[in-house]
């Protein structure tokens, strides 16, 4: 029998404060996890831009529990003005963004004082750990968007930016002391993808001093994953941290239902046989080299098989058509479709004409493609974060194939068609065992209750936290 205060304590109602970083990408699954807590009773506070309040008011499934509270971005010098999210800027301006966030600390501070709250959930605002333990009383939680890899590949090194920059390529890489794993690392050609670390990300923050203090500061951290798939990562971090370390499982929205009536896809997939269409998409952020973007059509077109791609026009250039290769049109024709704007992903992921999805590993996609749809899977990450997810599916969970690229980080249109045959192929002995490894995770990732008791035990783990 559980002691009475215990008891007490975990019927109670929490009341949580969610800040996620300006970035629909992080915002949005946030926003998936105050769903989960709102249905069981929890009270959460969002604090968001204005813009991202009305693109992402039908999301709030439980409008009585969750309150969308809007933050005014203030204005940088050298952002575009009513700049909110990452999605108004390039890549370039970012820093910038980061700069207007962190100058929202005294509104974030008076408003905290003023309710209270139990928790405050947070990414890449660092200083909440610091306002939460001046006003006392209030717990901090840091939300990890990425798989754990990641942050202990990337964050559990030397913090001096010069020992990084005096380090070879292979000591970059290389995994701190008793990194539990020999395969989800990064390669030594892939160095270059660390060097974001130690670049300013807000006004005199580098990425790594943000991200780091602030799993250093927070009272836990919470990994966006479950134990069967990233357990021993989870663990890894526990330690080194030396602070628990929650799991809230995958936290997937339910799948939209409904026919796929945008830019009349559902006629366009209909034409194809069942699990025939190869369907390609690089997230929001990506922009592709036009070289390589050159090479990616070429590719598809080289397996002879019909294909969907959702990509942003390349480097350079005004639009996708424009730097599609000369003849490529006529040649493809009805048989690959190309769009440069947002399209339902999970949509068409589950359509019963398409059968491979050739993904950027992005954390949300790659448990979209593990857990909620039977494609063949074709890794193509560009990023730290997205090239160790795609090592996790390919080398240990052996659930598809990554691209092979040179030692410059570029993979050729053969490399693509290769991977995409390899899974494709009704014979190739590696698409079989995919499929098979594919079909048992997504069983256990989908068995009844599975994701629920992940967040009853989150929910159980947050009032033991308040305990103590």
Same mark, same amino acid.
């Given at each position: ?5 215990m008891a ?7 009341? @949580? ?6 970035a629909?990408g992080h ?7 105050s ?22 008011q039908?999301?709030n499934?439980?409008?009585?529990l969750?309150?969308?509270h ?6 940088i010098?050298g952002?575009?003005y ?11 301006l970012?820093?910038?963004?980061a700069?207007?966030?962190?100058e929202?600390?005294?509104? @974030? +501070? ?9 928790f ?14 001046? @006003? =006392? ?6 939300y990890?968007?990425a ?6 590949i990337?964050l @559990? ?11 070879t390529?292979?000591?970059k890489?290389r ?11 990064l ?6 993808l660390?060097?974001?670390?130690f ?8 990425i790594?001093?943000?991200?780091s203090?602030?799993?250093?500061? /927070?009272?836990?951290?919470a990994?966006?994953? /479950?134990?069967?798939?990233? =357990?021993?990562f989870? $663990?890894y971090?526990a ?9 809230t499982g995958?936290?997937?929205?339910d ?15 209909e034409?194809f046989e069942?699990g ?5 998409a ?6 592709l ?8 059509v070429? =590719? ?5 098989l019909?294909f969907?791609l ?5 480097e350079?250039? +005004?639009s ?6 000369? =003849?490529f ?11 440069d704007?947002w399209?339902p992903q999970?949509?068409i ?12 590993c992005?954390? #949300?996609?790659?448990w ?6 039977? /494609? ?8 730290n $974060?997205q090239?160790?997810s795609?090592?996790?599916?390919e080398? $240990? ?11 410059? #980080? ?7 068609c290769?991977?995409?045959?390899c899974?494709m ?6 698409g /079989? ?8 995770? +997504? ?5 009844p209750?599975f994701?629920?008791?992940?967040? $009853?035990?989150?929910?159980?783990? %947050?009032?033991? %936290?308040?305990?103590?």
């Amino acid at each position: 029998m559980r002691p009475k205060k215990m008891a007490e304590s975990i019927d109670s109602k929490l009341q @949580i404060v969610m800040f996620p970083w300006l970035a629909l990408g992080h915002i949005i699954p946030f926003l998936n996890l105050s769903n989960e807590l709102a249905k069981k009773g929890h009270k959460i506070s969002f604090l968001l831009p204005k813009n991202a309040e009305i693109k992402l008011q039908n999301l709030n499934l439980y409008p009585n529990l969750i309150t969308f509270h809007t933050l005014k971005i203030p204005h940088i010098h050298g952002l575009p003005y009513g700049a909110e999210t990452t999605a108004d800027v390039p890549t370039s301006l970012e820093s910038l963004l980061a700069t207007a966030m962190d100058e929202l600390s005294d509104e @974030i +501070k008076s408003f905290l004082q003023n309710l209270k709250p139990h928790f405050v959930f947070f990414d890449f605002a660092h200083w909440v750990t610091e306002i939460a333990l001046e @006003i =006392g009383g209030i717990k901090t939680l840091c939300y990890k968007l990425a798989s754990p890899a990641t942050s202990a590949i990337s964050l @559990i090194r030397s913090p001096e930016k010069s020992v990084f920059m005096a380090s070879t390529a292979a000591e970059k890489v290389r995994p701190p002391p008793g990194y539990p794993s020999n395969t989800v690392v990064l390669h030594e050609h892939e160095a270059k993808l660390l060097e974001f670390l130690f670049q300013e990300y807000g006004k005199g923050v580098t990425i790594y001093e943000r991200l780091s203090k602030g799993m250093t500061l /927070c009272d836990a951290i919470a990994l966006k994953t /479950c134990r069967e798939i990233e =357990g021993t990562f989870g $663990d890894y971090l526990a330690t080194q941290f030396k602070k628990p370390v929650l799991y809230t499982g995958p936290v997937l929205p339910d799948p939209e239902k409904g026919p796929l009536e945008e830019h009349g896809l559902s006629n366009w997939l209909e034409k194809f046989e069942p699990g025939s269409v190869v369907f390609c998409a690089f997230g929001s952020q990506l922009i592709l080299e036009k070289k390589q973007f050159q090479e990616l059509v070429l =590719g598809l077109e080289l397996t002879g098989l019909p294909f969907l791609l959702v990509v942003k026009p390349p480097e350079g250039t +005004k639009s996708v058509e424009e730097a599609l290769p000369e =003849g490529f049109k006529e040649r493809v024709q009805e048989k690959g479709l190309i769009l440069d704007c947002w399209v339902p992903q999970l949509k068409i992921l589950t359509h019963k004409s398409v059968g491979c999805f050739v993904s950027h590993c992005g954390y #949300g996609s790659m448990w979209e493609s593990l857990a909620l749809c039977d /494609c063949q899977l074709v890794l193509l990450p560009s990023a730290n $974060d997205q090239t160790l997810s795609s090592r996790l599916m390919e080398q $240990d969970l052996k659930v598809g194939v990554e691209v092979k690229k040179d030692e410059n #980080g570029w993979f050729s249109k053969e490399s693509l068609c290769k991977a995409v045959k390899c899974v494709m192929d009704k014979d190739s002995q590696v698409g /079989c065992l995919v499929k098979e490894n594919h079909r048992k995770w +997504k069983e256990v990732l989908s068995s009844p209750g599975f994701m629920s008791n992940y967040i $009853d035990s989150f929910i159980q783990n %947050l009032h033991e %936290l308040l305990v103590k």
